[in-house]
C-alpha cells in the first residue's frame, strides 16, 4: 500500500478508497467475529442455527454498513455529530418514557422489524459529538471551567437517562467512553485528578459511615453493595453466576476442553452463555492458550487503532478513533474483569462475541467511522 | 475548524502524549487481564477442574432386585412383579391440561386423581417424572403404549413391585414389605442410601423383615452427568449391584396351603415339624390376610375389619399364641415325675373323680372317676388324678425344668414376627411375676397344662418333637440361602430314660389307637402311618362348684369366646416319627373332636407330601372325609392359583 500511498499525494477517491482501508483492523475484526460465531454454534450444543446463523448474517450486514459508513468523508460524519447526537437523546426520552422493557432491561423501540436501541445509538453519538466539539473548540479553552462543563453535560446527560432504563453496564460505558474523549482532547489531569478524588471520597465517607450514627445508606442497601462487590458472599444467588464462570474458566486449563466439548456451558452451568459470559465458554473449550490468544487479538485491534489515530493529523478524526477505540477497550475489559471475578457483574457484553444484533451493528458502525477517518486524512 | 499551524501542532503534540498515555493504561489494564488468566487457567486450574466434575457428575443408585422367598421345593412365595405405571414429564408434554385430560379418558383416573396429579407436575420441575398411575392391568397401560403419539410426554413405564402369589398361607410367615417410613430410617444406625429411594420396599414384618439383609441385596451405582437443571444428560460409567440372596423356607407350600385350607374360617393354628432335623414343614394360623394388601397399601377400611374381627386374622397364633396346654402337658409332668425317680414306670393311682387336698376338691375330667390307672393308661384316658397325684410327689421346679428340656417356656429363634416365649411358670418365676409363693394349688393346676402355664402351638410341636426323638430339636424356617443350603446341626440326646420316653409314646399311641383312646376316632389305619398323640382342652372360664353340681354346660351352649380350646399334639409314624404336629382350636370345644381330625388330616398330607390318602382313613370315615376333601379351596400345585373361591 506503500506504493499507493507515494503515487497519490491526494486524499483517494471513488472505488480505489478501498485500497486505503486500515484492512489490519478489518482482518483483526472479522477473525474476533468468527470466532464468537464458533462459539455461538459451540454453546447452543451444534445447533448452528440457534445463535451462529443470525449473529454471521448480523456481522455480514454490519460489515456491509461499515464499508458504507467508511467510503463517505469524514467531515460529512463531523458535520453530522449534532443531528445524531440530538436523535439519540430526543429517542433515549422517549424510550424512557414510552419503551419496552425485556431481557436485561434493555429498552428498545419497535418499528416492525427494526428494533432501534437509542442507548446504543447514543455511543457512537456522544463519540462523534464529543470529537466535533474539540475540533470545533480553541485548543487553549480545553481546560477552562465552562468548556469542561459542556461536555460533561453531553456525556453526563444521556448517562443518567439510561441508567434511568435501568442500564448499569451501558450508562458506565458511555460515561467512560466520554472521558476518554475528553482525556484525549487534552483536558486537563487537575479535573481527572478532582473527580476520581471526589469519587473515592464518596466511597470511603459512605463505608466509613457504616455502623455509625450518621450512617449515610439503609443496612439493606449495604448489604446489597457487599453482594455486589463480592459474588462469593451469595453462592446460590449473585454469585452463582460468577462461580460458575470462573470454575469454567479455570477447568479449562492450558490447552482446553476441546471444541464443543465444555461441560459447563454444555450442561447449562453457565448463566448467560451466549451473551454476557461467552468468553467463559472459550476459555473453558481452548484453555489458556485460546483465552490469551483472544486477549491479543483484541488488544492489536486497538493498537491499530490507536497508531491510526496519532498518525492522524486531523484533530477530529483522532479524537473520532480514540474515542471508537476507548469505548471498544472499556467493553472488553470490563466484560473480562467481570467474568473472571475481578469486577462485579454489570451487563456489559463482549464486544463481537457476544450474541446481539444491534451491539454488533453499533461497533461495525463505530469501524466504520474509525475507517472513514483513516481513509479520509490528510496527507 | 479552521487552525494556525501552531494550534494544528499543539493540538496533534497534546493528542499524541494523550494518546499514547492512554494506550499505556490500555496495556496495562490487558496486563492484568493476561495474567489473571493466567492465575485461573494454569495456576489454579486443577482445582477449577475438580469443582466442574462436581458439578456436571452425579451418582446415582440403582435398586437392586429383591430376593425371592420360596418354599422348601423352590415354590415361589414371594416374588417380585412388574408394576405396569405412567409418568408424565411437564418438559415433554407440552400443554398438560390437555394431555393430562387425553390420558383420563384412556387409563381409569378418578376426578380426584386427576387434580392431584396435575398439581403435582405443576409444583415439580420441568423434567421431574411424576407417576400419573400405579400398578395398571395390561390392557390400560398398553391402550397408553399404543396412544403415545397422541400423548407427548406420558412414558409407561416398568419397575418392580413385592407379590405374594400364595397370599394368604404365607401373610403370616413370610409377611410383607412396604414403601420406607420414618421408623424404619430411625430404627437403623447407618441406614443404606438405597432406603431413601421412592417407592423403595422393605420388609415390615415376618421373614421379609427378619431377613432383610439377605434379601435386599446390594444396591448398583450409576454415575450419571447431569445439566444445571439436574436432568440426566448420559450415563458415564456403572457398577452393577447385587440382587438379594433367594431364600428356601423349610415350609412345603402346598402342604401349608392344605393346613390353612383344612383350618378355615376357625381361629386356629396348626405347626408341622421334622422330628429329625426340626424343619417347619406348616406352620399354619387362621384366618389369614392378604398380604397383598399391605405392599399396596391398605385402605383404612379393609385395615379396620382386619383388626375389628374377632379371630385376630393379623395374628400368628402358631407363634405369637400363648394357651394353655391343657392335657397336652400330661407327658411333661409325666416324665419329670419319671426322671426325678418320684414315680417309676409301675406307679399306679386310683382315680375317684377327684383329689381332696387341703380342703379343696380338684376334679377329674370324668365325673365318676377312672378307677386305678397305670402311666400308660392316665395317657390313653386323660385322666387328671394321676397327674394331681404325681405332680404333688414331683414338685413345680422339676417340672419346670422338665418343660424346659421339652422346649417349652423359652423362645425359639425363627425368621418371624412375634414369636412368644410362653410361660414355664416355677415357683422363682411367681414370685418375681407376682411376688407371691408359689402354692400347692398351683402345682396341681400345672400339672394338667393349666394355670400358670402357657404354651404355642410351635412349643408344642417341638415338645412333640422331643419326645419323640428323644433329641433335642430345634425349629428352622430357613432351609437353603442363595441355593446354599443351611446346615441342620446333629440334635443333642435330651439325656431323657428311653424307656421313660417309651412309656409316653406308648401313652400316646393308645390315645389314638387303643378301643379306650380319647382320640380314637382320629386314628389312622394305615400300618406305615400310625399315629401318636395326644389330646387337650383347656378352659377358658373357672367351672364353679354351683355349675358342676348341676353339671357343666356344654361347649355348644356358651358363647364362643367362653369355649374351651381344643388342643391336640402327635407324632407320626408311630414306630419310625417322621413329623410332629400341633394343632390349636380357639373356643373350638374338645381335644379329641375337634383338634385331632385336623392334626390327623395335616400329618397325612406330610407324610403322603400330597392329599391325605383315603386308604389311610378307618373305612366308616372314608366318605365323610372324601366329601370334606373335596370342597377344600385348595389352590392349584404348581401355579399357586386358588381353584375355588378364596377364603377372604
Same mark, same amino acid.
Given at each position: 500500500?506503500?506504493?499507493?500511498?507515494?503515487?497519490?499525494?491526494?486524499?483517494?477517491?471513488?472505488?480505489?478508497?478501498?485500497? %486505503?482501508?486500515? +484492512?489490519?483492523? #478489518?482482518?483483526? =475484526?472479522?477473525?474476533?467475529?468468527? !470466532?464468537? &460465531?464458533?462459539? *455461538?454454534?459451540?454453546?447452543?450444543?451444534?445447533?448452528?442455527?440457534?445463535?451462529?446463523?443470525?449473529?454471521?448474517?448480523?456481522?455480514?450486514?454490519?460489515?456491509?454498513?461499515?464499508?458504507?459508513?467508511?467510503?463517505?468523508?469524514?467531515?460529512?460524519?463531523?458535520?453530522?455529530?449534532?443531528?445524531?447526537?440530538?436523535?439519540?437523546?430526543?429517542?433515549?426520552?422517549?424510550?424512557?418514557?414510552?419503551?419496552?422493557?425485556?431481557?436485561?432491561?434493555?429498552?428498545?423501540?419497535?418499528?416492525?422489524?427494526?428494533?432501534?436501541?437509542?442507548?446504543?445509538?447514543?455511543?457512537?453519538?456522544?463519540?462523534?459529538?464529543?470529537?466535533? %466539539?474539540?475540533? +470545533?473548540?480553541? #485548543?487553549?479553552? =480545553?481546560?477552562?471551567?465552562?468548556? !469542561?462543563? &459542556?461536555?460533561? *453535560?453531553?456525556?453526563?446527560?444521556?448517562?443518567?437517562?439510561?441508567?434511568?432504563?435501568?442500564?448499569?453496564?451501558?450508562?458506565?460505558?458511555?460515561?467512560?467512553?466520554?472521558?476518554?474523549?475528553?482525556?484525549?482532547?487534552?483536558?486537563?489531569?487537575?479535573?481527572?485528578?478532582?473527580?476520581?478524588?471526589?469519587?473515592?471520597?464518596?466511597?470511603?465517607?459512605?463505608?466509613?459511615?457504616?455502623?455509625?450514627?450518621?450512617?449515610?445508606?439503609?443496612?439493606?442497601?449495604?448489604?446489597?453493595?457487599?453482594?455486589?462487590?463480592?459474588?462469593?458472599?451469595?453462592?446460590?444467588?449473585?454469585?452463582?453466576?460468577?462461580?460458575?464462570?470462573?470454575?469454567?474458566?479455570?477447568?479449562?486449563?492450558?490447552?482446553?476442553?476441546?471444541?464443543?466439548?465444555?461441560?459447563?456451558?454444555?450442561?447449562?452451568?453457565?448463566?448467560?452463555?451466549?451473551?454476557?459470559?461467552?468468553?467463559?465458554?472459550?476459555?473453558?473449550?481452548?484453555?489458556?492458550?485460546?483465552?490469551?490468544?483472544?486477549?491479543?487479538?483484541?488488544?492489536?485491534?486497538?493498537?491499530?487503532?490507536?497508531?491510526?489515530?496519532?498518525?492522524?493529523?486531523?484533530?477530529?478524526?483522532?479524537?473520532?478513533?480514540?474515542?471508537?477505540?476507548?469505548?471498544?477497550?472499556?467493553?472488553?475489559?470490563?466484560?473480562?474483569?467481570?467474568?473472571?471475578?475481578?469486577?462485579?457483574?454489570?451487563?456489559?457484553?463482549?464486544?463481537?462475541?457476544?450474541?446481539?444484533?444491534?451491539?454488533?451493528?453499533?461497533?461495525?458502525?463505530?469501524?466504520?467511522?474509525?475507517?472513514?477517518?483513516?481513509?479520509?486524512?490528510?496527507? | 475548524?479552521?487552525?494556525?499551524?501552531?494550534?494544528?501542532?499543539?493540538?496533534?503534540?497534546?493528542?499524541?502524549?494523550?494518546?499514547?498515555?492512554?494506550?499505556?493504561?490500555?496495556?496495562?489494564?490487558?496486563?492484568?487481564?493476561?495474567?489473571?488468566?493466567?492465575?485461573?487457567?494454569?495456576?489454579?486450574?486443577?482445582?477449577?477442574?475438580?469443582?466442574?466434575?462436581?458439578?456436571?457428575?452425579?451418582?446415582?443408585?440403582?435398586?437392586?432386585?429383591?430376593?425371592?422367598?420360596?418354599?422348601?421345593?423352590?415354590?415361589?412365595?414371594?416374588?417380585?412383579?412388574?408394576?405396569?405405571?405412567?409418568?408424565?414429564?411437564?418438559?415433554?408434554?407440552?400443554?398438560?391440561?390437555?394431555?393430562?385430560?387425553?390420558?383420563?379418558?384412556?387409563?381409569?383416573?378418578?376426578?380426584?386423581?386427576?387434580?392431584?396429579?396435575?398439581?403435582?407436575?405443576?409444583?415439580?420441575?420441568?423434567?421431574?417424572?411424576?407417576?400419573?398411575?400405579?400398578?395398571?392391568?395390561?390392557?390400560?397401560?398398553?391402550?397408553?403404549?399404543?396412544?403415545?403419539?397422541?400423548?407427548?410426554?406420558?412414558?409407561?413405564?416398568?419397575?418392580?413391585?413385592?407379590?405374594?402369589?400364595?397370599?394368604?398361607?404365607?401373610?403370616?410367615?413370610?409377611?410383607?414389605?412396604?414403601?420406607?417410613?420414618?421408623?424404619?430410617?430411625?430404627?437403623?444406625?447407618?441406614?443404606?442410601?438405597?432406603?431413601?429411594?421412592?417407592?423403595?420396599?422393605?420388609?415390615?414384618?415376618?421373614?421379609?423383615?427378619?431377613?432383610?439383609?439377605?434379601?435386599?441385596?446390594?444396591?448398583?451405582?450409576?454415575?450419571?452427568?447431569?445439566?444445571?437443571?439436574?436432568?440426566?444428560?448420559?450415563?458415564?460409567?456403572?457398577?452393577?449391584?447385587?440382587?438379594?440372596?433367594?431364600?428356601?423356607?423349610?415350609?412345603?407350600?402346598?402342604?401349608?396351603?392344605?393346613?390353612?385350607?383344612?383350618?378355615?374360617?376357625?381361629?386356629?393354628?396348626?405347626?408341622?415339624?421334622?422330628?429329625?432335623?426340626?424343619?417347619?414343614?406348616?406352620?399354619?394360623?387362621?384366618?389369614?390376610?392378604?398380604?397383598?394388601?399391605?405392599?399396596?397399601?391398605?385402605?383404612?377400611?379393609?385395615?379396620?375389619?382386619?383388626?375389628?374381627?374377632?379371630?385376630?386374622?393379623?395374628?400368628?397364633?402358631?407363634?405369637?399364641?400363648?394357651?394353655?396346654?391343657?392335657?397336652?402337658?400330661?407327658?411333661?409332668?409325666?416324665?419329670?415325675?419319671?426322671?426325678?425317680?418320684?414315680?417309676?414306670?409301675?406307679?399306679?393311682?386310683?382315680?375317684?373323680?377327684?383329689?381332696?387336698?387341703?380342703?379343696?376338691?380338684?376334679?377329674?375330667?370324668?365325673?365318676?372317676?377312672?378307677?386305678?390307672?397305670?402311666?400308660?393308661?392316665?395317657?390313653?384316658?386323660?385322666?387328671?388324678?394321676?397327674?394331681?397325684?404325681?405332680?404333688?410327689?414331683?414338685?413345680?421346679?422339676?417340672?419346670?425344668?422338665?418343660?424346659?428340656?421339652?422346649?417349652?417356656?423359652?423362645?425359639?429363634?425363627?425368621?418371624?414376627?412375634?414369636?412368644?416365649?410362653?410361660?414355664?411358670?416355677?415357683?422363682?418365676?411367681?414370685?418375681?411375676?407376682?411376688?407371691?409363693?408359689?402354692?400347692?394349688?398351683?402345682?396341681?393346676?400345672?400339672?394338667?397344662?393349666?394355670?400358670?402355664?402357657?404354651?404355642?402351638?410351635?412349643?408344642?410341636?417341638?415338645?412333640?418333637?422331643?419326645?419323640?426323638?428323644?433329641?433335642?430339636?430345634?425349629?428352622?424356617?430357613?432351609?437353603?440361602?442363595?441355593?446354599?443350603?443351611?446346615?441342620?446341626?446333629?440334635?443333642?440326646?435330651?439325656?431323657?430314660?428311653?424307656?421313660?420316653?417309651?412309656?409316653?409314646?406308648?401313652?400316646?399311641?393308645?390315645?389314638?389307637?387303643?378301643?379306650?383312646?380319647?382320640?380314637?376316632?382320629?386314628?389312622?389305619?394305615?400300618?406305615?402311618?400310625?399315629?401318636?398323640?395326644?389330646?387337650?382342652?383347656?378352659?377358658?372360664?373357672?367351672?364353679?362348684?354351683?355349675?358342676?353340681?348341676?353339671?357343666?354346660?356344654?361347649?355348644?351352649?356358651?358363647?364362643?369366646?367362653?369355649?374351651?380350646?381344643?388342643?391336640?399334639?402327635?407324632?407320626?409314624?408311630?414306630?419310625?416319627?417322621?413329623?410332629?404336629?400341633?394343632?390349636?382350636?380357639?373356643?373350638?370345644?374338645?381335644?379329641?373332636?375337634?383338634?385331632?381330625?385336623?392334626?390327623?388330616?395335616?400329618?397325612?398330607?406330610?407324610?403322603?407330601?400330597?392329599?391325605?390318602?383315603?386308604?389311610?382313613?378307618?373305612?366308616?370315615?372314608?366318605?365323610?372325609?372324601?366329601?370334606?376333601?373335596?370342597?377344600?379351596?385348595?389352590?392349584?400345585?404348581?401355579?399357586?392359583?386358588?381353584?375355588?373361591?378364596?377364603?377372604?
Amino acid at each position: 500500500m506503500a506504493f499507493f500511498e507515494n503515487r497519490l499525494k491526494q486524499a483517494p477517491t471513488g472505488i480505489r478508497k478501498v485500497l %486505503y482501508l486500515n +484492512w489490519q483492523v #478489518i482482518v483483526l =475484526v472479522t477473525a474476533v467475529s468468527a !470466532v464468537g &460465531i464458533l462459539m *455461538l454454534w459451540s454453546v447452543a450444543g451444534g445447533d448452528f442455527n440457534l445463535w451462529a446463523r443470525r449473529q454471521a448474517q448480523v456481522f455480514a450486514a454490519g460489515m456491509v454498513l461499515m464499508f458504507m459508513v467508511a467510503m463517505v468523508p469524514v467531515w460529512f460524519w463531523r458535520s453530522m455529530a449534532g443531528i445524531a447526537y440530538l436523535t439519540s437523546f430526543v429517542l433515549l426520552i422517549i424510550v424512557d418514557l414510552y419503551g419496552v422493557v425485556g431481557m436485561g432491561a434493555q429498552r428498545w423501540i419497535d418499528f416492525g422489524p427494526l428494533r432501534l436501541q437509542p442507548s446504543e445509538m447514543m455511543k457512537f453519538s456522544l463519540v462523534l459529538m464529543l470529537a466535533a %466539539y474539540y475540533d +470545533w473548540l480553541d #485548543i487553549r479553552k =480545553v481546560s477552562r471551567p465552562l468548556w !469542561v462543563l &459542556i461536555p460533561v *453535560l453531553l456525556t453526563s446527560l444521556p448517562t443518567v437517562l439510561v441508567l434511568m432504563q435501568p442500564n448499569l453496564g451501558t450508562s458506565l460505558m458511555l460515561l467512560m467512553a466520554g472521558a476518554a474523549v475528553m482525556f484525549a482532547a487534552g483536558v486537563s489531569y487537575w479535573y481527572f485528578a478532582a473527580v476520581t478524588g471526589v469519587v473515592v471520597g464518596t466511597v470511603v465517607a459512605v463505608f466509613q459511615s457504616r455502623g455509625t450514627e450518621w450512617q449515610l445508606l439503609h443496612d439493606y442497601q449495604f448489604r446489597r453493595i457487599d453482594t455486589f462487590l463480592d459474588p462469593s458472599a451469595d453462592p446460590l444467588g449473585a454469585g452463582y453466576n460468577i462461580i460458575q464462570a470462573k470454575i469454567a474458566l479455570g477447568s479449562g486449563g492450558w490447552s482446553g476442553k476441546g471444541f464443543m466439548q465444555g461441560t459447563q456451558s454444555r450442561l447449562n452451568y453457565l448463566p448467560e452463555k451466549q451473551t454476557d459470559f461467552i468468553f467463559s465458554t472459550l476459555a473453558e473449550e481452548f484453555g489458556f492458550v485460546g483465552a490469551f490468544s483472544l486477549l491479543i487479538l483484541y488488544a492489536l485491534i486497538i493498537g491499530f487503532c490507536m497508531i491510526s489515530a496519532l498518525q492522524n493529523r486531523d484533530r477530529f478524526s483522532s479524537l473520532l478513533i480514540i474515542g471508537v477505540a476507548a469505548n471498544f477497550f472499556f467493553y472488553i475489559a470490563v466484560n473480562l474483569s467481570m467474568v473472571m471475578g475481578m469486577a462485579p457483574v454489570v451487563g456489559v457484553p463482549l464486544p463481537l462475541m457476544s450474541y446481539g444484533g444491534s451491539a454488533m451493528l453499533v461497533i461495525l458502525v463505530g469501524f466504520g467511522l474509525m475507517q472513514s477517518a483513516h481513509v479520509h486524512r490528510p496527507r | 475548524m479552521r487552525r494556525t499551524q501552531k494550534d494544528a501542532e499543539d493540538s496533534a503534540r497534546s493528542i499524541t502524549r494523550r494518546g499514547l498515555l492512554l494506550g499505556g493504561g490500555m496495556t496495562a489494564m490487558v496486563a492484568a487481564l493476561g495474567v489473571r488468566m493466567r492465575y485461573l487457567q494454569v495456576d489454579q486450574a486443577e482445582e477449577f477442574k475438580l469443582l466442574a466434575e462436581e458439578n456436571r457428575i452425579s451418582i446415582e443408585l440403582i435398586p437392586p432386585g429383591r430376593g425371592l422367598i420360596q418354599d422348601r421345593n423352590g415354590k415361589l412365595i414371594a416374588g417380585n412383579e412388574q408394576n405396569y405405571r405412567v409418568v408424565i414429564t411437564r418438559e415433554d408434554a407440552g400443554d398438560v391440561d390437555r394431555v393430562m385430560h387425553r390420558l383420563a379418558g384412556l387409563i381409569p383416573m378418578t376426578a380426584e386423581e386427576l387434580d392431584q396429579t396435575l398439581a403435582d407436575v405443576k409444583k415439580n420441575a420441568a423434567h421431574v417424572k411424576v407417576v400419573v398411575k400405579d400398578r395398571l392391568d395390561w390392557d390400560d397401560f398398553s391402550k397408553v403404549a399404543i396412544n403415545a403419539p397422541a400423548l407427548p410426554g406420558v412414558i409407561p413405564e416398568v419397575g418392580l413391585s413385592r407379590i405374594y402369589p400364595r397370599g394368604y398361607d404365607f401373610a403370616h410367615i413370610v409377611g410383607y414389605v412396604g414403601a420406607v417410613s420414618q421408623k424404619d430410617l430411625d430404627e437403623q444406625e447407618d441406614p443404606d442410601p438405597i432406603l431413601r429411594l421412592p417407592k423403595f420396599q422393605i420388609g415390615k414384618i415376618g421373614t421379609e423383615r427378619w431377613m432383610e439383609k439377605v434379601l435386599r441385596g446390594r444396591a448398583g451405582t450409576r454415575q450419571v452427568e447431569k445439566n444445571a437443571f439436574g436432568r440426566v444428560m448420559r450415563e458415564l460409567g456403572r457398577e452393577e449391584g447385587v440382587a438379594g440372596g433367594d431364600i428356601r423356607l423349610t415350609i412345603d407350600a402346598d402342604l401349608q396351603n392344605f393346613a390353612q385350607a383344612r383350618l378355615g374360617s376357625e381361629s386356629a393354628a396348626v405347626v408341622v415339624m421334622d422330628v429329625r432335623n426340626g424343619d417347619l414343614l406348616c406352620c399354619a394360623s387362621a384366618p389369614s390376610f392378604n398380604p397383598n394388601l399391605f405392599v399396596r397399601g391398605i385402605s383404612h377400611t379393609d385395615y379396620a375389619s382386619l383388626t375389628e374381627n374377632d379371630h385376630r386374622p393379623l395374628a400368628n397364633k402358631a407363634v405369637s399364641g400363648a394357651y394353655p396346654p391343657g392335657s397336652t402337658f400330661k407327658m411333661v409332668t409325666a416324665l419329670a415325675a419319671l426322671d426325678s425317680g418320684a414315680i417309676d414306670l409301675g406307679h399306679k393311682v386310683r382315680c375317684p373323680g377327684y383329689l381332696e387336698f387341703g380342703g379343696r376338691r380338684f376334679h377329674c375330667w370324668s365325673r365318676g372317676g377312672h378307677g386305678t390307672l397305670s402311666l400308660t393308661q392316665s395317657l390313653q384316658k386323660s385322666c387328671d388324678v394321676y397327674y394331681y397325684d404325681i405332680a404333688q410327689k414331683v414338685g413345680i421346679d422339676k417340672m419346670a425344668e422338665m418343660g424346659r428340656r421339652l422346649g417349652l417356656g423359652g423362645r425359639h429363634e425363627l425368621p418371624m414376627s412375634a414369636i412368644v416365649p410362653g410361660t414355664m411358670p416355677d415357683r422363682a418365676w411367681k414370685q418375681e411375676s407376682y411376688g407371691q409363693d408359689w402354692r400347692i394349688g398351683d402345682t396341681i393346676n400345672a400339672s394338667i397344662g393349666q394355670g400358670y402355664v402357657l404354651a404355642s402351638p410351635l412349643q408344642l410341636a417341638v415338645m412333640t418333637a422331643r419326645i419323640a426323638s428323644g433329641r433335642a430339636v430345634e425349629p428352622r424356617l430357613v432351609r437353603m440361602i442363595d441355593g446354599k443350603e443351611i446346615a441342620a446341626p446333629e440334635p443333642a440326646s435330651l439325656g431323657i430314660d428311653e424307656r421313660h420316653l417309651a412309656a409316653m409314646r406308648q401313652g400316646m399311641w393308645d390315645v389314638v389307637n387303643s378301643q379306650a383312646g380319647t382320640a380314637r376316632s382320629a386314628r389312622i389305619v394305615d400300618p406305615t402311618m400310625i399315629l401318636a398323640g395326644k389330646t387337650g382342652t383347656s378352659q377358658v372360664r373357672n367351672i364353679s362348684a354351683a355349675e358342676r353340681s348341676q353339671g357343666v354346660i356344654r361347649n355348644e351352649q356358651l358363647p364362643w369366646r367362653r369355649r374351651d380350646h381344643a388342643l391336640y399334639v402327635g407324632y407320626a409314624p408311630y414306630d419310625n416319627p417322621r413329623y410332629a404336629v400341633a394343632v390349636i382350636i380357639e373356643h373350638g370345644g374338645g381335644g379329641s373332636t375337634v383338634a385331632a381330625p385336623v392334626a390327623r388330616d395335616v400329618i397325612l398330607a406330610a407324610l403322603a407330601g400330597g392329599r391325605p390318602p383315603l386308604a389311610a382313613y378307618p373305612s366308616d370315615q372314608r366318605g365323610r372325609i372324601e366329601s370334606m376333601l373335596k370342597d377344600l379351596p385348595l389352590r392349584d400345585p404348581e401355579t399357586g392359583a386358588l381353584t375355588k373361591s378364596d377364603q377372604a
